[in-house]
């Protein structure tokens, strides 16, 4: 259980970030960065949460947002020996986690009649706000795959984020009045 007293501890004072197995990581890294953009994905979804009025969709963002925790943590934790497994002490994104992400979006796609063009991200405010999380998703994982060139990241992980940014575009369309309402591209439309 987390325990916060004190919210200010001064540790990174020194341009540094503590990890959960201790070690202390510079706040310019690959794994800090990724964290931090997931950090910010899920204060997105959050804002996205706000404006959704169907409360299905909220409490399934609200999922989402603890599974966000749960990537925090796992990027958090650097792997020894490329091992990957959760236990008690580590927790780590699941493939079971990617796989529910995957059964939304397919309940939800049923809702939808398939594009013939690209959306353009806006229509109605809740689809707005939706496609800016889905945005910032997209940046968090581009964050996760660099770290990845640079140090094992759990493939549980890298499918959960990649997952959960298709999830986010479906769930955009599905706030367009079941994408009644999104807004087609026209390709040249201004030359």
Known sequence: MVKLNKIYTRTGDDGTTGLVDGSRCPKFSARISAMGL??????????????????????LLIRVQNDMFDLGADLATPAENDDFSPSAMVLRIV???????????DALNERLEPLTSF???GGSEAAARVHVARAATRSAERAMVTLAAEVPVNPAALAYINRLSDLLFVLARVANADGREDVKWVPGANR
């Open 38 to 59: 997931v950090d910010e994905a899920n204060s997105s979804i959050g804002l996205a949460i706000c404006a959704l009025a169907d409360e299905a969709q909220r409490a």
């Open 95 to 105: 493939p079971a986690q990617a796989e529910w992400i995957e059964a939304q979006i």
């Open 119 to 121: 959306v353009l991200p």
